[in-house]
């Protein structure tokens, strides 16, 4: 049973920072493409960042380049987002997602952890 476990949401004021993990069991780790969306209410869903399994090489969305680093621990089977610079419209509940193509898709999400950005 494959199980993403989020943490270190929060409230945090306006230019602070949030470190949230994503702990996962129950799949071979290293070679999942990891990935954090968010979503806010009344809002789609928006892809954040994503660290790739072969080279972790990283993708952000245009929103948090340069304030949000993703980055992962395979020993720890852990993904990080550590979110610098905060602003109101961070706000949002933040999903990790594990996913994996070999002859089908396997894709898998957390419950998500809520960050609210006081301004």
């Known amino acids: 049973q494959v199980q993403l476990v989020e943490s270190g949401g929060g409230l945090v004021q306006s230019g602070g920072s949030l470190r949230l993990s994503c702990t996962a069991s129950?799949?071979?780790?290293?070679?999942?493409?990891m990935s954090w969306y968010r979503q806010a209410p009344g809002k789609e869903r928006e892809l954040v960042a994503t660290?790739?399994?072969?080279?972790?090489?990283?993708t952000y969305a245009d929103s948090v380049k340069g304030r949000f680093t993703i980055s992962r621990d395979n020993a720890k089977n852990t993904v990080y987002l550590q979110m610098n610079s905060l602003k109101p419209e961070d706000t949002a509940v933040y999903l990790c997602?594990?996913?994996?193509?070999?002859?089908?898709?396997?894709?898998?999400w957390g419950q998500g952890t809520q960050v609210t950005v006081s301004s």
């Open positions: 997602n594990a996913d994996r193509f070999t002859f089908r898709q396997y894709t898998y």
């Open positions: 129950g799949l071979t780790f290293s070679r999942y493409t």
């Open positions: 660290i790739t399994s072969a080279d972790y090489s990283t």
